[in-house]
């Protein structure tokens, strides 16, 4: 049997399988059950949120009340007679549209409803658009349109006032974990927490692409999967690496922040990726810094995030604001210049002198606003 990717694998069955869309599925199944279904949809959000599944599961809703099994699996298959799906990237032209509007006047065969799910709407041609436009504001009784799109603005106004628009959520990395956690389970694997919330990071809201990255990590054949194998699949930079480097700019050691930058490197991290890493631990820290170690703010658990309430602690919320504007600034000057290496490491040594530089800042400004003023230490002069 051809193996089943894991985002098909543990595509959400029911609505209540659906991570991270509660208000939306809240909300399309009272519509059904008060009998205030509407004749168009707009499902819109990042790709790998829930769209076309909830697509499906709102057609199952609507043409299958009693929960007939065969029925569902038919209709969240693209298979049942009653619920079209069509790829509009592939079936974009006006000709494709009269098509669809000709057949939509027969009646279902077996449900209540006949129902068009047309995915990436936004690929239709304006000609297609046109075709489409009065029969979407006078469908036919039995018809429903459900509209999936990623990029909303390259829908027609004329076409948006005439659906429900649905705005799908990036989904928050701990929910993601949760899920992950779910799926590992069923797969009988072991992984490490922090494991699950790296990858659920990395899918940047999207469940099907931390799927994909837990897909590619199960093809090692591992019984237990770890944040070492993640840090290899994608040549990220090693967190120890990373911790052993931020703990130098706290110490002010630019020796040991230069070497520990040269050690990232010469692994074969990328400028990039460095950069990324680091401004992402930076912030981490400046959220502990301001809300404290119990924060939900962090995706961080156990011992990491423990040692990152430790780190968080040798610096100031306002210093570490500005060390991350410099390494998101120094990124993307690095892109376009000649010499990226000198740039990384001379913002590697400018952040190791942060406070020596806000103390300077501070004194001249200081000095500045008073003339008289005098230099920290030293003895205030007395009243007369």
């Not at 065969?70 to 799906?85: C, F, M, N, P, Y």
């Not at 592939?90 to 006047?105: G, W, Y």
Request: charge should be neutral; glycine fraction near 6%; proline fraction near 4%.
């Amino acid at each position: 049997m051809a193996y089943l990717a894991l985002a098909r694998k543990y595509r959400s069955q029911t609505f209540t399988d659906l991570v991270g869309q509660e208000a939306i599925v809240k909300t399309l199944t009272s519509a059904v059950k008060l009998g205030r279904v509407g004749h168009a949809y707009l499902f819109t959000g990042t790709r790998g949120v829930g769209k076309t599944s909830s697509a499906r599961l709102f057609a199952d809703l609507l043409n299958n009340p009693d929960g007939d099994p065969a029925l569902r699996k038919a209709i969240l298959s693209g298979q049942d007679t009653d619920v079209i799906e069509i790829d509009a990237a592939s079936n974009n032209s006006v000709d494709d549209a009269r098509e669809l509007i000709a057949n939509s006047v027969y009646r279902p065969l077996r449900g209540r409803r006949k129902i068009y799910i047309i995915d990436e709407v936004h690929m239709l041609s304006i000609n297609a658009f046109n075709a489409l436009l009065k029969t979407m504001e006078e469908p036919p009784e039995h018809v429903v349109f459900i509209l999936c799109t990623t990029e909303t603005h390259k829908v027609p106004a004329t076409i948006q006032s005439r659906c429900q628009r649905y705005d799908f959520r990036n989904i928050p990395p701990a929910m993601i974990a949760t899920h992950l956690g779910e799926v590992i389970k069923g797969e009988g694997i072991d992984a490490e927490p922090d494991l699950l919330l790296a990858v659920a990071r990395l899918g940047n809201g999207s469940m099907r692409d931390a799927l994909s990255l837990l897909d590619r990590l199960l093809a090692s054949g591992d019984k237990k999967l770890t944040t070492s194998m993640l840090e290899r699949l994608l040549g990220l930079p090693e967190r120890e690496l990373i911790v052993q480097l931020v703990d130098s700019l706290a110490a002010a050691d630019a020796a040991g922040a230069l070497e520990r930058t040269a050690e990232l490197l010469s692994k074969g991290t990328s400028i990039d990726q460095l950069m990324s890493t680091l401004a992402d631990h930076l912030r981490d820290l400046m959220v502990l810094a301001a809300c404290g170690e119990q924060t939900d703010l962090v995706d961080l658990s156990g011992d990491w995030r423990a040692q990152a309430t430790q780190q968080a602690a040798r610096f100031d919320p306002a210093g570490l604001v500005h060390m991350i504007a410099l390494v998101e600034s120094v990124a993307a000057r690095a892109k376009l210049s000649s010499f990226p290496r000198a740039l990384v490491d001379a913002a590697v040594v400018r952040l190791a002198m942060t406070e020596k530089l806000a103390d300077v800042t501070a004194l001249a400004l200081a000095t500045t606003a008073s003339p008289t003023a005098t230099a920290p230490g030293a003895p205030r002069p007395k009243k007369p």
